[in-house]
């Protein structure tokens, strides 16, 4: 070790936590005895695994010490990204299908049928995630109690399928109606998709989301297609690139709960990750407010893309088990957090 890291006495071994946001990735190291070295790079857009890579780099170079010994004596390695938040905000998701009930191909676009703003009737809806044309209806039915009304038609799906992939899509969400009760026919869409898609990622509601709300299950479900193609090959070779490099633990990224996961736990279910760097900022918060003896704090992050705000009221953090980025609801468990798109403020 240089005599420039030895100046900081560190201790092995250390944790490393890196969060990308829009502009800045960055990297904070914190050794055995509680030492804390902060670093920031610019990230890198095209390519988030890139900016990753680059801040660990020049992390080494500022401690004195090689890349592959800064992570050969990391015991952990967490990663927090706004990756998922940016592009559900900025609308730079993959091209997705949908196969949905035949009857129900517009539950994406009327939403709940309301406003939230009951006096503002002139502001237009946001584009939905799925054009019209891509969202396939399917011949088949399914009870709220779970009783197959309708068996499935195959050639229905075969049908939707071929037109999908005619379409190049580059993921498939699907969703049939009262699938929480009875997943069955999902399951055997996700196989027909399979034979006809090869390759192109998939994901059924009934094991993403399986709750009542057929508006909430297709919107969640929508989004984790949506953000797949993009943040899971990008997750990949950042930790392929990371072993290569020395890291000898699992890469572990933040949920939008504020709990670690590894990456092939995550590969089902991207959209968990929609509010990972703000959730991942709530332990900082929790540390201030018990530090000022405070039970009420109010954290606004302002980065290139979004800007987050958070609250702490009576010393907890509001727990819920639905979210909305943007204007896409994401009905998966998270902490309670206001992602606002910067352009709008």
């Keep these: 070790?240089?005599?420039?890291?030895?100046?900081?006495?560190?201790?092995?071994?250390?944790?490393?936590?890196?969060?990308?946001g829009g502009t800045f990735t960055d990297f904070v190291l914190i050794d055995a005895e509680d030492t804390i070295i902060p670093y920031k790079s610019p990230s890198e857009p095209s390519n988030p695994?890139?900016?990753?890579?680059?801040?660990?780099?020049?992390?080494?170079?500022f401690l004195g010490i090689p890349v592959a010994d800064l992570l050969g004596r990391c015991s952990h390695f967490?990663?927090?990204?706004?990756?998922a938040t940016n592009i559900l905000l900025e609308r730079k998701g993959a091209k997705v299908g949908l196969l949905t009930t035949l009857g129900f191909r517009d539950t994406l676009e009327i939403r709940r049928g309301y406003r939230e703003m009951m006096w503002d009737h002139r502001t237009p809806w946001g584009d939905v995630l799925v054009r019209r044309k891509l969202r396939q209806p399917i011949v088949e039915r399914v009870s709220a109690s779970g009783e197959i009304v309708r068996e499935l038609e195959e050639a229905s799906v075969r049908s939707a399928a071929r037109r999908l992939k005619a379409?190049?899509?580059?993921?498939?969400?699907i969703c049939l109606l009262h699938s929480y009760a009875n997943p069955i026919h999902e399951q055997r869409c996700a196989e027909i998709v399979a034979e006809e898609l090869p390759g192109v990622y998939v994901t059924i509601s009934s094991k993403l989301a399986p709750i009542i709300g057929e508006y909430e299950r297709v919107s969640t479900t929508v989004a984790n297609a949506y953000v797949a193609p993009r943040v899971l090959p990008y997750l990949n070779e950042l930790r392929n690139e990371l072993s290569r490099r020395g890291l000898e633990r699992d890469l572990l990224l933040i949920q939008s709960n504020g709990?670690?996961?590894?990456?092939d736990q995550i590969g089902e279910r991207p959209a968990a990750l929609?509010?990972?760097?703000?959730?991942?900022?709530?332990?900082?918060?929790?540390?201030?407010?018990q530090t000022l003896d405070a039970d009420h704090l109010i954290s606004i992050e302002i980065g290139g893309t979004s800007c987050d705000v958070t609250v702490v009221s009576n010393g907890a953090v509001a727990e819920t088990d639905a979210i909305?980025?943007?204007?896409?609801?994401?009905?998966?468990?998270?902490?309670t957090l206001a992602p606002l798109a910067c352009g709008v403020l």
């Design 1 to 20: 070790m240089s005599k420039e890291a030895s100046q900081h006495n560190l201790r092995a071994p250390w944790r490393i936590g890196i969060d990308v």
């Design 49 to 61: 695994a890139v900016g990753v890579i680059r801040a660990v780099e020049g992390a080494a170079a």
């Design 78 to 83: 967490i990663h927090g990204t706004t990756v």
């Design 167 to 173: 379409a190049s899509v580059e993921a498939v969400a």
């Design 259 to 263: 709990g670690a996961i590894s990456l």
């Design 274 to 289: 929609a509010l990972s760097g703000p959730a991942a900022g709530l332990a900082s918060l929790r540390f201030y407010g």
């Design 324 to 335: 909305k980025v943007g204007d896409t609801l994401i009905s998966l468990p998270s902490t």
